[in-house]
């Protein structure tokens, strides 16, 4: 659905190319959101309507409406004025309205170059925040697992000499209760097995890539704890010694999914055992397995993860994919901070 809408603003021009934040206006009679450009104070209406609302971003960056009324006269579309163009999405009963929009200086202080606004970048990420609300996850991670052969994904190592380094380096014990979040069919529960530990649990959206790692431990896999579910909505049913994550974390790319595994970790790793997690760094790629990703530095990690827990440490390591192409991993180690 498309409709013109005539926005006009008294807004200081020359401050024009800063007003490139967000501001969002909600009608909880016509229950829809406007995603505009932060500007000090603004009129909008339909064109087919007198009746509008005057609207004025605070100080403290919040939203009030001031006055709901109808004009006498338009005295405020010869300083500004242009067309606005928007499309519309119904989103859990809510309409969300996307703009963009572009406008010239009033002429009395017209300047050499037309000042042009977009939302291109406003749009985009709304788009593909809708597409991921629709992304069915592990319908898409059941779906690799069953059509593709264990070498023919970029994360297969026959030994994760970097996972397997950090046991060393904490000296985990064999009777350590060990978690490997996203561990599907890893090799890493083979060498954990024939190193002794005693008390395993893999955890993996995909139950055809915990059935794989079962087939190939054969009997040995009774002596592991198979875990099916999302990482992001893990509820574990005992506490752990020692966390490790190698590239399931940086699939989740939603605030809250974030703030839920973290939550998690805090709940339900023992207060001295020890959380390990590896991403695609900054040099990194940007999508996995035609998913999107988060990447992280040593210090967008740790600064991510500060609330509740102290690094240990961090290091970069570049892994060779079975196509011979080089991604850059970044792993940090992390201790519970100790509360009082």
Known sequence: MHKALTFASRTNQRSAPSLQKRVLLSDPKKKFNFFLPTLRCFNFFATQSRHFKTAKLTTDKNFNELTDRTPAGNTVLPKWRQKCYYETFVQNST????????????????????????????????????????????????????????????????????????????????????????????????????????????????????????????????????????????KPTEKYDFWHDRAAFHFLTDEQEISNYLETARQNINSTGVLVIGTFSEQGPKKCSGIEIKQYSETTMTDRLKNFFEKIKCITVDHKTPFDTIQNFVFCSFRKLQTT
């Not at 069919?185 to 915990?210: E, P, Q, R, T």
């Open 95 to 234: 309409a969300v309205i996307l703009m963009n929009f572009s406008a010239n200086n009033p002429p009395l202080r017209q300047s050499p170059k037309t000042l042009c606004l977009t939302l291109k970048d406003d749009i985009a990420t709304l788009k593909r925040h809708r597409k991921m609300k629709n992304f069915d996850r592990k319908k898409h991670w059941e779906n690799i697992y069953q059509t593709k052969e264990l070498k023919d994904v970029s994360w297969f190592q026959p030994t994760p000499e970097t996972s397997l380094d950090f046991f060393k380096q904490f000296n985990v014990p064999t009777t350590a209760k060990v978690i490997d979040i996203g561990g599907g069919d890893s090799f890493l529960v083979d060498h954990l097995l024939d190193l002794g530990y005693k008390d395993i649990s893999v955890l993996d959206i995909s139950a055809a890539a915990i059935d794989r790692a079962k087939q190939r431990l054969g009997d040995k896999a009774k002596n592991v704890k198979w875990i099916v579910t999302d990482a992001a909505t893990f």
